[in-house]
């Protein structure tokens, strides 16, 4: 018997319906016959199938043998041991719980503006500079905040410029699946480009290129990983933001997560808000995530620590350490040791085997290790 080819159905009834769809929109890019359509709206982040064909799980090209989709998923059956094998040779041990890298240490960009913007160090929106000013790279896909920002939409979008870089910096913690500017990019004529996506779109290049997903995999040169435990449905605003605490989205300034949500608003006032009353806003997408340290990424970024203005930064692959080794050399970053922050990489291991807990019993075994 030929072996099955696994196709949208597969994909529909496992990964879509089943709840572990993060909404990363791997499959929606690497659809080489633009059916997969995607949704942003309601608090719904998934992927649908747009063919006047059969039903929502059925795709007239999956029938016939087309099965991009399948392999450009980061939760498709043995996602995890797959992609470990390829990215570093090896699967995992059981006390690896951020995932294989090679380095940890913290970072900061040595330019004045982009330690600015940035989120904590700036150290992404450096590589972003870098990688763009060296010829490295001709495009990366980022996240921005919809027209002038005061929606507070994040949405994903194309930099191809400093400038570009800087006006996406700092973090949203609603979801951008970046994923969907690659169109964009590549129509704009980019080959070389970098993604930069929370954990769970920072393992779709890797799945795309160990499953053999074609052209989009190869253009994805780079990819840079956000830690992420959650991101917030957008109806956070307006039920919480707005009617607990009178904080309109217009009003927002600037966002943070340090054990609590810290909000800056344009008036120059500051705000908490207990993250036990976010809880509830938390995204579907995000229930059953097993990935908090972006363990496919090439470089893994965090904002955890005691020093607010380092990125903690987890080099995993030697395309990351090759990057960061050139930007110390030509003195774009200033970077310490990681054991200068122990407690801050203890706490990654711990948030990480929290968010593997979150793997349901019901699929494939893998991401369960918890140590
Ligand atoms: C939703 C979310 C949750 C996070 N959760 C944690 C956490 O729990 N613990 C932790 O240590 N770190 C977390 N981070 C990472 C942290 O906030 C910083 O992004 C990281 O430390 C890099 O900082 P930086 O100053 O180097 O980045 P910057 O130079 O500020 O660059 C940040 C990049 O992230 C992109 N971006 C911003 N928001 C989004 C978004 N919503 N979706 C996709 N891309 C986006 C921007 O376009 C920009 O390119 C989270 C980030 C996000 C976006
Ligand atoms: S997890 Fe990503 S690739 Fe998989 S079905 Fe959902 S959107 Fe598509
Ligand atoms: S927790 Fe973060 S990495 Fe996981 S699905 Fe949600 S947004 Fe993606």
Redesign the pocket.
Known sequence: MPPVKLHWRHLYDEVVTSGLC?GCAGCVIACPHDVLGYTDRDGVYRPFQTEDHGGPGDCSHGERGCTSCTRACPRFRDWEPEIDEFLFGRTRRADEVSGIYKDILLARATDPVLAEVGQDGGLVSAILCYCLEHDLIDAALVSYLEGDGRTWKAVPGVARTREEVIAAAGSRYT?SANTLAYAEAVAGGAERIALVG???QSSVPAVMKQRKAGKVARRLSLNIGLL????FDDAIFEELLEAKYGLARADIKKMNIKGRLQIWTHDGAYHEVPLKECHAFT?Q??LH?P?FAAEHADISTGGIGKYNDWTLTVVRTDTGRQVMARMVRDGWVDTRPGDDDPDAIALMHRLAAKSRSRWPETAVAAPRLVG
């Not at 992420?228 to 991101?231: D, F, G, L, N, R």
Request: hydrophobic share 5%.
């Open positions: 993060t979801y929370m954990s769970c992420c435990s959650k991101t995204r997408g995000c995530c990935d």
